[in-house]
């Protein structure tokens, strides 16, 4: 279907203040440049270099019940996944831009990096929908892990187990594996979905339920829009529906660009 809008209606939209309270999707795709792969972009993304570990499908590396007996390919790869000290990019700052200005009414992350808040982004703004690395439990009987210890394990890829002697579980980050449940505010956040007059989706192959839903609870009829790589999920089903194919950080550049905002974004992004 046609597109009833384009980039400079949704800029014009924002500056006149008939958009005002944005509701943002992510993944793994705003991550990419500030050096973490995604898991499915054909050569670059991790699914496609998982060969050498013999999983029995690439997903197996993070589905709880093949975690709990083989944790050693998810430790393996453990390192090159950490955060680390990672820089947030610039789209990351454009989302503490629309925080900044009131605009953000809220944003879902399917990331796992922390970037967001790196980035400025209140916390109260974020739900971590699948978790994040920045704490870890057993994950048979659900006991805490020090930190320092964790660090070890994903510096060396040796698995980490369990502290308790009764107890033989593997240590699992507080990330959400497949076939384990999300966090329990999610249902409840999902209702700001439909409160939004924009919805942005950025960085994400909406591959993942029930993330990829959200999009969906959109309100007819308020412009739905997407800056990614490729065209996803069902976007283009609707006359409010705006692609913008590319790079996000050119993308957002180039909204910041027609908002009159790419100075305050540059900046913003620089003291990250
Ligand atoms: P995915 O399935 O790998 O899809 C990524 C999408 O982003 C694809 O459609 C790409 O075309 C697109 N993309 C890649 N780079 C860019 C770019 N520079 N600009 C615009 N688009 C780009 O990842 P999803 O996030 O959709 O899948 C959900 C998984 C991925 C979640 O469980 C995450 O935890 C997991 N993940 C997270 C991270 C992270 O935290 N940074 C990294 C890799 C995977």
């Keep these: 279907m046609d597109s009833k809008i384009d980039i400079q209606t949704i ?3 924002i500056k006149n203040g008939q958009v005002t309270r944005i509701v943002v999707l992510t993944g793994a795709g705003i991550s990419t440049s500030a050096g973490v792969p995604d898991f499915r972009t054909p050569n670059t993304g991790l699914y496609d270099k998982l060969a050498p570990l013999k999983l029995p499908y690439p997903e197996a ?3 709880i019940s093949y975690f709990s007996h083989t944790p050693e390919p998810f430790y393996a790869i453990a390192r090159c996944r950490h955060p ?3 820089k947030p990019t610039i789209s990351h700052a454009f989302l503490a831009l629309l925080a900044k200005k009131n605009l953000l009414h809220f944003l879902f ?3 796992i990096d922390g970037l967001e808040e790196d980035a400025g982004v209140p916390a109260d703004k974020v739900l971590w929908a699948h978790g994040n690395w920045k704490s870890q439990h057993c994950w048979k ?3 805490e892990y020090p930190d320092d210890l964790m660090k070890t394990a994903i510096q060396t890829g040796e698995v980490p187990y369990c502290l308790r ?3 033989d579980g593997a240590i699992k980050p507080d990330v959400v ?3 384990q449940s999300l966090p329990a505010e999610f249902d409840v956040k999902q209702s700001h979905v439909p409160e939004a007059d924009l919805m942005l989706v950025m960085g994400t192959s909406l591959k993942v339920a029930p993330c990829s839903q959200l999009p969906r609870l959109a309100k007819e009829g308020i412009p739905r829009v997407l800056i990614n790589m490729e065209r996803t999920g069902d976007f283009g089903n609707r006359e409010e529906d705006l692609c913008i194919l590319g790079s996000c950080d050119d993308d957002v550049r180039q909204l910041a660009d027609l908002l ?4 305050e974004l540059e900046g913003l992004w620089k003291d990250t």
């Design 61 to 63: 590396i993070f589905h």
């Design 177 to 179: 594996f497949f076939g």
């Design 260 to 263: 009159g905002w790419r100075d």
């Design 165 to 167: 002697p009764e107890c």
């Design 11 to 13: 800029a014009d939209r």
């Design 84 to 86: 680390g000290n990672l």
């Design 109 to 111: 992350t399917q990331n």
């Design 141 to 143: 009987c659900k006991a």
